[in-house]
């Protein structure tokens, strides 16, 4: 259990966040399918990326770890089954791309994953890559383990029900190694990683409205620099929205659209944001400075949710601060991530002193409402322990915060530049 006491003095700070999550995995998985030598600079070394580097080097990917925040991979002339049951831990990224990778190693690929990861919907990919022709075995309704036969599969068209870049990763993902062409149209634009890193790695990916269709073909491994990860630099722009006289810089951060929802709907709120490109490799990048000038509610609904998807709880959060009230709705999506974010955070906050109706799909939302200390759960999930300890910077008294060690899942570091930045 960790206790966190209020943060009272101004704040100004200057912080990296480390390297992106999302396209960390996408390097090391699609490595797997890369003729070369792919390397990843400033790589998020993580928990959830750890297990996708378990995956490809259980299918013979020789992995290099030769200098801190370099990764070097190299797929052998063909990939092999792995030997045993493979891992996944928590993260859903390796078991639902890692079976979109799957598709193109002959032989029987076995997932499996922690408690809450064996708990997670995977129906949404088993069921299009069977249509696919794919053998694919999961235990009833749905969930890991995940059995992957792997081999000749046909493409396809699909229409996913829900917006989930996962998923639409997955099929595209197992596209590359089919025997015609795979064609995935969203009901609301995902992150779009995948589609930038094929043709990074010298593909083609053609994008019509809400469709994405790639073709069977190979990809050259490429190096890259991992910008920072909007989702763990959105911890830090909540904590410099909450409150007048906090500003906090974050340095070298992913800037592409389908990934900073979270940092508009701030500026919407009325925290002044200041906004410095600094590249376009692999995707925009820059820093972001944050301050806090008040905050004013706002409402959120299905379309803006796929850019903000896990910084969704730090919104309800700032809404807690804000004057007026704040409605968030479409993000049904939150109760099958690492935890049933929509339950956990509303425990959260009401525990610390909040006023907000959970409602099936999102949440509404009164404030300003006073925050107290108090004990809170972060149900083994590494966004809910960093939400709590966002929240306890402006809460009265001090929160003690069960479950403080799953941020090694995403943000190894969270907590060292916490206190830091407190006690400077
Ligand atoms: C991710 C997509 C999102 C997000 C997850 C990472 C990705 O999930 O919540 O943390 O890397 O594609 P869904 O696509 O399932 O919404």
Redesign the pocket.
Known sequence: MLELTPWNRPVEARVTVPGD??LT??GILMSALAHGSMELLQWLDAGDTRSSLRLVRAWGVQVVEDAPGRLVLRRPDSLHEPQDVVDCGNS??TM??GSGVASAVSGLTILRGDDSLSRRPMARVIEPLQEMGLGILARQGGVAPLAIGGGPHRGGAFSLP????????ALLLAGLSAEGSVSVEEPIP??D??ERLIEAMGGMVVTRGRTVTVEPQRLEAISFTVPGDP?SAAFWGAIAALRPHRRVTIESLLFSASRTGFFRALEKMGAALEWRPAGTVPEPWGSVAVEGRGLSAISVGADDI?SM??EVPLLALLATQAEGVTEIRGAQ?LRV?ESDRLRVTTRILRAMGAQLEELDDGWIIEGPAPLHGAQVDAADDHRMAMLAAVAATVAESATQLVGEESVQISYPGFFNRYHQVRNA
Request: aromatic fraction near 0%; charge should be positive; avoid cysteine.
């Open positions: 999550k999302s995995h996408r859903g990224t639902r791309l829900v917006a989930s870049a996962q998923v639409k990763s995902t992150r990683h995948t989702s796929p998807i896990d999506e991530k």
